[in-house]
């Protein structure tokens, strides 16, 4: 997580006929991710350990919105909630591995997470993004093609046809032509 630290003026104090000022720093988290309004609906009613879990993965995925599900990333996952949760009695939030796991497979029920393979996810970019506008309906774009399993069918229909395969392959191609011309 990526920090910075923002100076402010934290009183003023009257020295001889001036007034000046006193500053003090506080350092705040400076990496960000954009939810859109379709999280909620995603989100609601999940267990905490669904919740707790997809607000890490957020934090983690990569400039793709890719997460991976292994011992490593759930010991992390673990760690992370101990130290953030950790009280002065020292109890903490805990989850057995066996939950996380059955966490993930919840977050890909409700949409949240798209399976690509063994171990690996995507976090669905409809509710979740970290870069541009553009980029995001790019991401989803591909995203519901793969989903549909028609993108690896694209790519080869492309090179073996002469005429604009968009169109054949694309009941709905003036939905995807507008995303295009905003490129």
């Keep these: ?53 997809m607000d890490y993965l957020t934090e983690i995925m990569d400039n793709d919105n890719i997460v991976r599900s292994d011992s490593y990333v759930r010991t992390k996952f673990s760690n992370y909630l101990k130290s953030i949760s950790l009280k002065d009695d020292g109890t903490f939030v805990s989850y057995a591995d066996s939950n996380v796991k059955k966490a993930f497979q919840t977050l890909v029920d409700r949409g949240c997470l798209i399976k690509l393979s063994k171990g690996i996810f995507k976090v669905n970019p409809e509710i979740y993004f970290r870069k541009t506008e553009t980029l995001r309906m ?32 694309r009941e709905d191609a003036a939905v995807y032509s507008s995303v295009e011309e905003t490129e």
């Design 1 to 53: 997580m990526n920090k910075r630290k923002v100076q402010y003026m934290d009183s003023i104090r009257r020295v001889g006929g001036d007034n000046l000022p006193k500053y003090k720093y506080k350092e705040v988290d400076s990496s960000f991710v954009k939810c859109y309004y379709s999280m909620y609906a995603s989100l609601v009613g999940l267990n905490p350990c669904s919740r707790d879990l």
């Design 138 to 169: 790019k991401s989803i774009k591909v995203t519901m093609e793969f989903i549909k399993g028609v993108r690896d069918a694209e790519m080869k229909l492309m090179y073996e046809l002469k005429e604009d395969p968009i169109v054949i392959l």
